[in-house]
């Protein structure tokens, strides 16, 4: 088996590292954990599904519609409470299909607003990697007035689609890690 040169420089970097796996297609993942939210709350009519693929990774898919004032589609994936520090990282291997998404998180899962940053995906598998102390607090399209994330504990981690066009999307996700 060839292992391609980004993905051996991942590995290596996340065990020097001490990364804590938050999600691992290899550990054999239940899909229990992961709720899809889309639109559909506001009237919408965006489609977003997720599977547990055969090599164990998460598929979020769907389309995502304008009808009804309607736009965007998610996925939720629900964590034990986690410490971190705002320096800490938040790394994800994924497999996009060259549209943009965003990485939400929440320290408290009932909390209304998310901390966000976008990211654009490439078509091909791919390590995106961000600060926490990096993203913002965002609620309904809003930016709010509140400082970037700068919490201790994270509960919930979400990807979202929601580029105001009507679109078909994929997005595989192989590993979600914090790297101190």
Known sequence: MKIKSSTLLFLLLSIAMNAQALFDSKNTPSP??????DDVVMGGRSNGQLEITEEGHARFYGKVSLENNGGFSSVRYGIPKTIVRP?????LRLKGDGKRYQLRVKNQRDQYYSYIIPFDTDGNWQTVAF????????????????????????????????NKVPES???????IELVP
């Open 32 to 37: 229990e954990s992961w709720y899809v939210l």
């Open 169 to 175: 999307f994929e997005l595989t996700i192989s590993r």
């Open 87 to 91: 320096e800490h990282t938040i790394s």
């Open 131 to 162: 600060k926490l102390k990096d993203l913002y607090p965002r609620f309904r399209g809003r930016r709010l007035n509140l400082p970037n994330f700068n919490h201790t504990t994270i509960e919930e981690i979400a990807l979202l689609i929601g």
